[in-house]
Every structure is written in structure tokens, then in C-alpha cells.
């Protein structure tokens, strides 16, 4: 019971007084103990460099460290491939429809400005023999307009490659340059009163001279292979030419009398032998020198001296064919397609790469043939199928010797070219 004497009345003062209610937190979260980071590392005391010393010079030539030269003999780095080619020098430009059209339409306009040249020199020759009016000097002046109309060429040819560095018009200027040169000089050198019509020694050299200049050194037309290409052709063909006078069309003469014509004497003409050495060796050399180059990253020069090399190395198998006999051509094919192939396959030139495997299969086909006969054809037949999966076998085991990725797997090192 509650003790009566207890005031009811919350309003008396002796009414108890109530305890406040304090609210109910909930404990603190124990946070983690900090992190003890290690002590800072101790650098070790900066290094005491020695005491600068007193410079006294030296004469000229004798400083440590170089070498004893003469003032004006400083050692200067070698020109040669250093010479900067700009992109042109490692790779060649991918194709395009539009550089080529250009560079195949100024090949047509060139055509034409032959063609107008000598229609009128001819017509102005044919005048000074059949009339008493013309003589040799209408005739020299006649050859004027080709000389004209190809400088000319030449000219916007140079001004197209310099202003337009890439492109269809720089691809045009270049061809038009490059193949005016050795036509104007045709005109300029052409003479009646002379044995020769025209001068072989002035169209080469100063040919040469001029497309190196343009590769080499002129802005615009630097780094073109074509100036090159013309250039290792010209001189194959042109010191082919001083060994054996009419070696090209003399060739195709005594092939064609030979073969057509039952003769009981020798068929008179040039040495086929002194063809065929020349040619491999320029055909050769010229692939060698294309491997080094791309050994060294220089895949745009090695291009114009892959199809040069080409060109000559056919020509000195051909020439050699009648030396060599059907069997010798054949192992000519075979040795010459795996290691000209193999080299164009390790830098990646696809045509020179099928192009000479291809020969490889010439030169079997020559072998089979010969031990055949024509009267065992159908065994010839057998023998090429045989012949022709045991290749297929060497191509699969090839590729795995020789650690080959596949054929679309970039080569390290190595871009994709057509030839």
C-alpha cells in the first residue's frame, strides 16, 4: 500500500521528483588500431665530387678522347644508304586506282609526243631524199619539236613531283621526268651526217646521271623507285649491249633461225654464253644486293632492284638454255627457285616469292620431260602428279623447319610487299 502521507499532487513541493530518462546510444564501433608505417629509409649522404681543377688548354687534335687529326680531316659519317630516302627508302607506297590511271595516263601522253615527234621528222626525212628542195638541214630542224615537246615533259614532270609529294599528279610527274630524259636526249643527239642516228653513249649516261640525281637528292621525286628501276635496267642492258653489240635483237634472231630453219652451217650472231654471263651476273647481283637492303630496312630501293634482277636473270637463263641442255636449264630452275624464293619469302615479297617457286616447278616439269620422251607422254603425265605431291610435302615440311607463321601473320620486322 502507499503511505497516505505521500502528496498526490505533482504540483506540491513534496512530491518526489522523477529521474530524467537519458536515451539508449548504442556502443561505439571499435575502430582498428592505426597502421605503424616503417620507419623512413635512410639515403645514404650525398656523394662529395672532387674539386673542380684548373683547365689548361690543348692544342688542336690532342684532347683526350679524339683522335689525332690535322685540322679539316675531322671524320665525317659515310654518305651511302645514310642518305635519307624519307619513307620511300623502307617501304613502297601501297597501290591505288587512282596513281595508277595517272601514271598509265601519261605513259599514253608520252606515246603521243612520240609518236607526233617522229611522224614529222620522218616525214621531213623522206622529203630530203625524194625532192631537191630538203636536205640535211630541214632535217635537223625538224627534230626540234621532239626535242621541244620533250623537254617540256620533262619540265612539268619535275614541277608536278615537287609541288604534289604523294599522289596521283606526283606519281605522273615522276614517270613523265623519268621517261622524257632519255627521249629528249634521242632528238637532241639524232644526226644524218653521222654513222649512227642517234647516240647511245649520250642517251645512257646522261640518263643515268639524272635519274640517280632525281632519287637521291631532288625534293619530291627522292625516294622513287621508278628513277631507280630505270636506271638498273638501263645499265644491264646498255653494258650488255658493249659486250655484244645487237645482243637483244640478235638473240631473237638466232633463236628464231635456228629453231625455224634446217641450216647446215653455225647460225651466225651474238655469243649466247657472253649474254648469259653478263646478264647473271647483274640478275644475281642485283638480288644480293636487294637482300642486304632489306636485311637493313631499305624495302623501297630493294624493290626496284628485285624486278631489275628479275628481268636479267630470265634473259641469262634463256641465253644459257643451249649451253646447258634441257636437264641443266631445269637444275638451273630448281637452285635458283629455292633460294631466290627463300629469300623473298623471309622479307615478304609475294611475287618474287611465287614467281620463283613456280620455277622450281619449271624445272622439275624440264627434267621429267627430257627422261620421258615425247613418246611416253602419258608416263610424263604420272610422273608430274607423282612429282607434284612430293612438292606439296616439301612445302609442308619447309614451313615447319623453317618456323614459317601463317600467311596472315605478319613477319616480324617485316611489311607485306607486292614483289
Keep these: 500500500m502507499s503511505d497516505p502521507t505521500e502528496p498526490r499532487?505533482?504540483?506540491?513541493?513534496?512530491?518526489?521528483?522523477?529521474?530524467?530518462?537519458?536515451?539508449?546510444?548504442?556502443?561505439?564501433?571499435?575502430?582498428?588500431a592505426p597502421q605503424q608505417y616503417p620507419a623512413p629509409q635512410q639515403y645514404p649522404a650525398p656523394q662529395q665530387y672532387p674539386a673542380p681543377q684548373s683547365y689548361a688548354p690543348q692544342?688542336?687534335?690532342?684532347?683526350?678522347?679524339?683522335?689525332?687529326?690535322?685540322?679539316?680531316?675531322?671524320?665525317?659519317?659515310?654518305?651511302?644508304?645514310?642518305?635519307?630516302?624519307?619513307?620511300r627508302g623502307s617501304r613502297r607506297p601501297e597501290p591505288r586506282l587512282g596513281t595508277a590511271l595517272a601514271g598509265a595516263g601519261i605513259?599514253?601522253?608520252?606515246?603521243?609526243?612520240?609518236?607526233?615527234?617522229?611522224?614529222?621528222?620522218i616525214e621531213g626525212i623522206a622529203s630530203a631524199f625524194n625532192s631537191d628542195s630538203g636536205g640535211p638541214g630541214?632535217?635537223?630542224?625538224?627534230?626540234?619539236?621532239?626535242?621541244?615537246?620533250?623537254?617540256?615533259?620533262?619540265?612539268?614532270?619535275?614541277i608536278l613531283a615537287i609541288r604534289w609529294k604523294n599522289g596521283p599528279l606526283a606519281t605522273a610527274g615522276v614517270a613523265a621526268s623519268a621517261i622524257g630524259i632519255p627521249i629528249a636526249m634521242a632528238f637532241l643527239s639524232f644526226s644524218l651526217n653521222s654513222s649512227s642516228p642517234i647516240s647511245a653513249d649520250a642517251i645512257v649516261l646522261v640518263s643515268l646521271a639524272i635519274w640517280?640525281?632525281?632519287?637521291?637528292?631532288?625534293p619530291g621525286a627522292r625516294g622513287h623507285t621508278f628513277y631507280l628501276g630505270l636506271a638498273s635496267i638501263e645499265l644491264w642492258v646498255y653494258l650488255l649491249d658493249k659486250a655484244e653489240p645487237n645482243?637483244?635483237?640478235?638473240?631473237?634472231?638466232?633463236?628464231?633461225?635456228?629453231?625455224?630453219?634446217?641450216?647446215?652451217?653455225?647460225?651466225?650472231?651474238?655469243?649466247?654464253?657472253?649474254?648469259?654471263?653478263?646478264s647473271f651476273v647483274f640478275g644475281l647481283g642485283y638480288y644480293a644486293i636487294a637482300a642486304l637492303l632489306d636485311r637493313r630496312g631499305r624495302g623501297g630501293p630493294a624493290t626496284a632492284l628485285v624486278l631489275s634482277g628479275f628481268a636479267a636473270t630470265v634473259?641469262?637463263?634463256?641465253?644459257a638454255a643451249?649451253?646447258?641442255?634441257?636437264?641443266?636449264?631445269?637444275?638451273?630452275?630448281?637452285?635458283?627457285?629455292?633460294?631466290?624464293?627463300?629469300?623473298?619469302?623471309?622479307?615478304?615479297?609475294?611475287?618474287?616469292?611465287?614467281?620463283?617457286?613456280?620455277?622450281?616447278?619449271?624445272?622439275?616439269?624440264?627434267?621429267?620431260?627430257?627422261?620421258?620422251?615425247?613418246?611416253?607422254?602419258?608416263?610424263?603425265?604420272?610422273?608430274?602428279?607423282?612429282?607434284?605431291?612430293?612438292?606439296?610435302?616439301?612445302?609442308?615440311?619447309?614451313?615447319?623447319?623453317?618456323?614459317?607463321?601463317?600467311?596472315?601473320?605478319?613477319?616480324?620486322?617485316?611489311?607485306?610487299?607486292?614483289?
Excluded: C
Design 59 to 87: 692544342p688542336y687534335g690532342q684532347q683526350q678522347g679524339y683522335p689525332q687529326q690535322p685540322y679539316g680531316q675531322q671524320p665525317v659519317a659515310p654518305v651511302g644508304f645514310r642518305i635519307n630516302l624519307g619513307e
Design 247 to 278: 645482243a637483244l635483237t640478235g638473240f631473237a634472231t638466232r633463236s628464231a633461225i635456228s629453231r625455224i630453219v634446217d641450216t647446215t652451217g653455225p647460225v651466225h650472231g651474238p655469243d649466247l654464253t657472253t649474254i648469259a654471263a653478263i
Design 212 to 218: 640517280l640525281i632525281s632519287y637521291l637528292f631532288v
Design 315 to 319: 634473259a641469262g637463263i634463256a641465253a
Design 107 to 121: 605513259a599514253l601522253a608520252i606515246a603521243g609526243v612520240l609518236l607526233w615527234s617522229l611522224t614529222y621528222l
Design 9 to 32: 499532487d505533482p504540483n506540491d513541493p513534496q512530491y518526489p521528483a522523477v529521474p530524467p530518462i537519458e536515451p539508449q546510444h548504442p556502443a561505439p564501433h571499435p575502430y582498428p
Design 138 to 158: 630541214d632535217v635537223d630542224s625538224r627534230r626540234l619539236l621532239g626535242v621541244f615537246l620533250s623537254l617540256a615533259v620533262v619540265l612539268i614532270g619535275y
Design 322 to 419: 643451249d649451253d646447258f641442255g634441257q636437264v641443266g636449264t631445269g637444275v638451273t630452275l630448281i637452285v635458283l627457285g629455292l633460294v631466290i624464293a627463300g629469300f623473298a619469302a623471309h622479307a615478304g615479297r609475294r611475287f618474287t616469292t611465287w614467281v620463283w617457286a613456280t620455277a622450281v616447278a619449271l624445272g622439275l616439269a624440264l627434267i621429267l620431260a627430257k627422261a620421258t620422251g615425247t613418246d611416253h607422254l602419258a608416263v610424263a603425265g604420272v610422273l608430274f602428279i607423282v612429282f607434284g605431291f612430293v612438292m606439296v610435302g616439301g612445302g609442308y615440311a619447309a614451313t615447319h623447319l623453317l618456323n614459317e607463321p601463317d600467311e596472315f601473320a605478319p613477319l616480324a620486322g617485316t611489311a607485306s610487299r607486292a614483289y
